[in-house]
């Protein structure tokens, strides 16, 4: 599986909406200006982000516990990457085609990456693995929008106490057809990015 950088500048002019960079072609909104101009800048912020966790925990409905924040969700897979590796796994499941940076993690950690296009095909794999795995799933999948069954979310749910989880839920809110399928159970025992 080779690199592919992501987003930014390619040496052409700047396109106008630029997707694998979240570039965000508006201007800022004057509620924004207006909170950091009143912002207290004279103490470092809280490194436990309380407040923050805290209004995440009650917006997506889970315990603050669950809530980490990153850097942005590059740095969240690399992150969670990691912390899979020092708890002994070895292998990391991607969707192809994909985020490049789930194979960059793992590959910079050494990681065996395996790729997957179908939903069956990684559940076979998934039964048969002798050790956990990292599965990085894409709901709906990026770039092309894809969506699994919810019988493949279903199925998943057995599965899912051997292999760590990572959903990548950016996309849900820009879903074009159909609706969510991922099982709450499966969403529940799931590390989510969003």
Known sequence: ????????????????FDFSS??????????????????DRRHYPDPAYA????????????DITRVAVSAGSSEAIRRLTLAAMLHG?????????GYGDYAAAAQALGVAVHG???GEAL???????PAPALVWLCEPNNP?????????WDALHGLAPRHLIALDRAYE???????????????DAAFSLM
Not at 22 to 39: F, G, Y
Not at 173 to 187: K, N, T, Y
């Open 51 to 62: 407040a923050l966790r805290a209004q995440l925990s009650a917006h997506h409905n889970v």
């Open 1 to 16: 599986m080779s690199l592919t950088p992501h987003g930014g500048e390619d040496g052409s002019a700047p396109p106008r």
């Open 123 to 129: 559940l076979h794999a998934l039964s048969h693995s």
């Open 116 to 118: 997957h296009a179908d």
């Open 144 to 152: 092309d929008g894809s969506t699994l069954a919810p019988a493949f």
């Open 173 to 187: 809110p820009l879903r074009l057809v159909g609706s969510d399928p991922v099982a709450a159970a499966v969403s």
């Open 89 to 97: 796994v070895r292998q990391v499941w991607l969707p192809q085609p």
């Open 22 to 39: 979240n570039a965000n072609p508006l201007p800022v909104p004057a509620w924004l200006t207006h909170a950091l101009q009143q912002a």
